[in-house]
C-alpha cells in the first residue's frame, strides 16, 4: 500500500454557508411573527381643527424701575392703578400677556408683589423681559 506524503496547499476557496442559512431562517421566523404586531392599527381621537381663529392681543408692557416707579406701556402707575388695570386686562374675553421689564437695582419684594397681584387677578400669561 502506498501512501502518498504529499500534503497539499492549495487554498479551499468554498465558503461553509450552512451557518448563514440557519440566521437567515431564524430572522425570517422573528420577522413573520413581529409584523402582524407592527401593522396593527390603534384608534385615536386627535383634535379637530376649529374654524375660528381669535387675533391675539398685544401685550401688555409693564417696566418697574430701580426707584420703585411702575410705567404700563410707558404711563406711569400707582399700585392702586396698577391693580385697576390688572383687572380691566383679565376681564377681557382674550387677556392679554403681562410682560414684566424689571430694572437691575429694583427690590425683589416690588417684582414678587405684581406677579402676586397679576395672578390674584387672573393673568395667566406673564412674561419676565431680561435686559436688552
Do not use: C
Not at 430701580?66 to 404711563?75: I, P
Not at 391693580?83 to 416690588?110: H, K, R, T
Request: proline share 6%; charged share 15%.
Amino acid at each position: 500500500m502506498a501512501f502518498s506524503a504529499r500534503v497539499s496547499r492549495d487554498v479551499m476557496a468554498s465558503i461553509n454557508v450552512t451557518p448563514l442559512v440557519d440566521v437567515l431562517l431564524v430572522l425570517l421566523i422573528i420577522f413573520m411573527i413581529s409584523s402582524p404586531v407592527i401593522t396593527h392599527k390603534a384608534g385615536m381621537d386627535l383634535p379637530q381643527a376649529s374654524k375660528t381663529f381669535t387675533e391675539p392681543s398685544t401685550p401688555i408692557h409693564l417696566a418697574i424701575h430701580a426707584d420703585g416707579a411702575m410705567y404700563w406701556n410707558d404711563t406711569p402707575v400707582s399700585q392702586d392703578q396698577l391693580n385697576m388695570q390688572l383687572s380691566i386686562a383679565a376681564a377681557q374675553s382674550n387677556p392679554p400677556a403681562l410682560e414684566i421689564d424689571a430694572a437691575d437695582g429694583v427690590a425683589y419684594q416690588a417684582v414678587a408683589q405684581v406677579l402676586a397681584d397679576a395672578k390674584a387677578q387672573g393673568l395667566a400669561k406673564i412674561d419676565m423681559l431680561g435686559a436688552r
